[in-house]
């Protein structure tokens, strides 16, 4: 178990590298004392997501469009150098002893960069958990064989194609923790009820762990989801009444939804936008932004080509994306587990009150 105490914001927290568990405690006073307040952030990211893939090997076929994903990363359009695996390196040697995890992606398939092998090794040789999540177009025995090895977990994106199934039974068949992330939006909710409804998942998966759609990159502004439809509702009391044999996950970004639209889901168990406050993302040409959808725009971009991390977390930058959450709502009820969601796109902050501010 790792553990690490952070005596700025006064909070311990601890992961498990083999089970994936994670647990922190609210903020402790000067005695010593819990108090029951969840602390707002920490000093040091305790996950990062790397974008270790500057492009995508299967963005000419529009792999991505064809299987009715919109990629975020616009691999269709954007061509960039991958990450060197001397700048990975940077950054893990950087994270040792301080962050849990990284979670390696990109503009492509994480599994096709030409040191995907020492990428997983660097991050175990340093006690660092690494997982990632691909359309399993391009995997073969040896990928497999080097996920068992190192990976805490693998997600296999929902393209509803032969080879995303079987990506699933490959990694199925070899033992290993497995994931599916399905993008929700206009174009697939129907689709994600009726899968629900009928438990009309492969066998043996973990969780299927939904991603509310954004409009960025390739993302279309048509295919968001508003408070209010019929579907969103219906999508979300299918979700409160859930018996299914595979665990059902969301992304941060859903966390508004989830608190307006169910009422059967522990509060225990939720955590909104962790971005700049508990993760970030590094982009290939190593740019650190508190988000990963801030990719397209850069508006909170820090350059630590020739910096360091922490310089990116305790930046003008970062600390102006979580005065958002600090101000956010102020008359709302339930602010503390929301903050108002998503300082990036805000219409995909799926609530109706009358008390939002964003
Ligand atoms: S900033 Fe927006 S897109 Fe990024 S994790 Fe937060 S809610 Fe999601
Ligand atoms: S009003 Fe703001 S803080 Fe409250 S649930 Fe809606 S988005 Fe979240």
């Not at 500057?54 to 064809?66: D, N, T």
């Not at 359309?135 to 040896?142: A, I, N, P, W, Y």
């Not at 665990?247 to 936008?273: E, M, Q, R, W």
């Not at 971009?301 to 930058?317: K, L, P, V």
């Amino acid at each position: 178990m790792l553990k690490k105490i952070d005596r700025k914001n006064r909070f311990v927290s601890m992961f498990d590298p083999k089970t994936g568990f994670y647990a922190r405690s609210g903020v402790i006073d000067e005695n010593g004392k819990g108090t029951g307040v969840d602390p707002f952030m920490t000093s040091y990211p305790e996950l990062i997501d790397v974008g270790v893939m500057g492009h995508c090997v299967h963005g000419a076929s529009g792999l991505c469009l064809k299987s009715g994903v919109q990629c975020y990363q616009n691999g269709l359009k954007t061509h960039h150098p991958n990450m060197s695996l001397e700048n990975f390196k940077r950054i893990v040697d950087e994270c040792k002893g301080k962050t849990f995890q990284l979670a390696l992606g990109g503009r492509g398939d994480v599994d096709q960069h030409e040191n995907f092998a020492e990428i997983l090794q660097y991050c175990r040789e340093n006690n660092i958990v690494p997982n990632f999540t691909s359309s399993g177009l391009g995997f073969t025995d040896e990928i497999v064989s080097l996920c068992k090895e190192y990976c805490g977990a693998v997600a296999i994106s929902w393209y509803r194609q032969p080879h995303t199934l079987r990506a699933i039974q490959m990694l199925l068949d070899a033992g290993i923790k497995t994931n599916i992330h399905y993008v929700l939006g206009q174009n697939s909710i129907d689709e994600a009820i009726e899968r629900l409804s009928n438990h009309d998942f492969p066998n043996g998966i973990n969780a299927v762990i939904f991603l509310l759609h954004k409009p960025v990159g390739l993302g279309s502004e048509e295919n968001v989801l508003h408070a209010g439809d019929p579907k969103v509702q219906k999508f979300f009391d299918t979700i409160d009444h859930m018996d299914a044999p595979f665990k059902v996950g969301f992304d941060s970004c859903s966390i508004p939804a989830i608190l307006n639209y169910t009422h059967n889901i522990d509060p225990n168990s939720i955590d909104t936008c962790e971005g700049g406050r508990w993760s970030m993302y590094i982009t290939s040409d190593m740019k650190a932004l508190p988000c990963s959808f801030d990719n397209q725009d850069l508006r909170w971009a820090y350059d630590i080509s020739n910096d360091t991390i922490q310089n990116a977390w305790n930046s003008s930058q970062f600390e102006d994306f979580r005065n958002h959450f600090r101000t956010s709502c102020p008359g709302c009820k339930k602010r503390s587990a929301c903050m108002g969601g998503c300082p990036i796109r805000p219409q995909i902050v799926i609530c109706s009150s009358t008390e939002k501010t964003v």
